[in-house]
């Protein structure tokens, strides 16, 4: 998809008009739930790209863990990459969160 003369997906382009302006290129929007067709902002968030590879790594992990104890691991999703977000202290911006400050013009 083009938006402001270049080619970006759908959910880098929804953070870029949320925050009205570009992503800087390290900085990756992130599905919470790993179906990259589910653009509502509760499921986006922006990480930057290292701490991005890392989260995949962990939840490959645990997608891993989950098969061998036959549990389902989607489920879980969003507490386990809350929960690591928090553990790592990784910086990432959730989407809803500045929908919410946009909304009440602070
Ligand atoms: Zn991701």
Known sequence: MFFNGRVVTEHRKIAEQLFGHRLESNKVVHHIDCDSSNNKLTNLLVITNRDHCALHQY??????????????????????????????????????????LVASKI
């Open 59 to 100: 939840l490959r992990e645990q997608r891993a863990l989950a098969a061998r104890t036959k549990t389902n691991w989607k489920k879980g999703i969003k507490a386990l990459t809350m929960a690591w977000i928090e553990t790592k202290g990784a910086v990432v911006i959730k989407l809803w969160e500045v929908k919410k």
